[in-house]
């Protein structure tokens, strides 16, 4: 662990941040530890932390998506479509699931077999998915689902718990295994530190980067379609602009924009900072642009202060030779 020994241990420090913020919030409102309150605070950001579950492990291969809002949208519209063809939702629901592991593998085809940036590939991505959800229904609101299909976004289904809060529990656990406890984890972050070394070592670098994009793309749209039963009705703009609240959870995670390194904990410790700052924000009545500004601020922070910490590291070190 280097820069500083992380600074230190950024996850020492999101635990820092969140115990202030939610001291700052207890004092604000004696409401904030109702079990309503807490299970709203997660409710309301949930497709984006299941989706950054997955962005996690994208990054620390040492890539990026930015596609994922539009696939979330994208398969939600393809459901809707669909829906009002007059097909079964269930079988809809599926044709947007297999519509979003299509677009993730798309993007790991360019990426892990032409050799494409992801950054460039997945914000072509992101345009073009968009534009087909946008064909697919157009300037409409298709609703009217069925019951059930509400109640998997909007009641709870295993105490006061959501269907989306217990994938997302689920998610985080599966997640948390293979990125730590399996091969497949490891060969994740000797990808991400160094993908030239680990090609010529065997590791089959353009098969694992394609399973990651595609499962990126899977996980995108399984939110998207939980997204749409929360909100019970589809548009083509849904989900729009969640990407980059993804990438701040990720980020503030301490996971390296560069890749290599990273760890589920921190990001579990940035999910819980970001929810319960917008939470403590929307409880004193902070404007939605304000809140964004600081949420973007924190993106910033999460970039910078670690390259900051690097750099003092290495003038330490070149002092000492």
């Known amino acids: 662990m280097t820069a500083l020994a992380r600074l230190k241990s950024w996850e020492g420090l999101l635990l820092a941040l969140l115990i202030v913020i939610v001291a700052a919030n207890l004092a604000n409102s004696p409401y904030y530890f109702g079990i309503g309150n807490i299970v709203n605070l997660f409710q309301l950001s949930i497709e984006k932390i299941i989706v950054a579950l997955m962005m996690t492990l994208v990054i620390v291969n040492a890539e990026i998506d930015l596609s994922v809002a539009s696939v979330m949208g994208l398969a939600a519209c393809m459901m809707a479509f669909l829906f009002q063809l007059g097909v079964p939702l269930p079988l809809g629901i599926l044709a947007g699931l297999a519509a979003g592991a299509v677009a993730g593998l798309i993007n790991g085809f360019w990426v892990a077999y032409v050799g494409l940036p992801s950054l460039a590939v997945t914000l072509a991505g992101l345009i073009g998915f968009r534009g087909v959800a946008r064909i697919l229904v157009e300037d409409r609101s298709i609703g009217n689902y069925p019951g059930w299909f509400n109640v998997m976004g909007q009641q709870s289904v295993l105490g006061p718990l959501t269907l989306s809060i217990v994938v997302f529990i689920i998610l985080f656990a599966v997640v948390a295994v293979v990125l730590h406890r399996s091969a497949v984890g490891r060969l994740v972050y000797v990808i991400g530190n160094n993908q030239l070394a680990a090609r010529y070592s065997g590791v089959r670098v353009a098969r694992l980067k394609l399973a990651l994009f595609a499962a990126s793309g ?60 917008r939470n403590g924000m929307g409880l004193a009545n902070v404007t939605g642009n304000t809140q964004t500004s600081v949420i973007g601020a924190l993106l910033i922070a999460s970039v910078l202060v670690p390259n900051m910490a690097q750099m003092i590291t290495n003038k330490w070190r070149g002092r000492e030779t």
């Open 218 to 277: 899977t996980v995108a749209a399984l939110a998207g379609i939980l997204y749409a039963a929360r909100l019970g009705s589809v548009r083509g703009d849904l989900a729009q602009g969640f990407e980059l609240d993804i990438i701040t959870i990720v980020l503030l995670g301490g996971v390296s924009i560069f890749g290599g390194s990273g760890s589920i904990a921190g990001v579990g410790l940035s999910i819980l900072v970001i929810l319960n700052l």
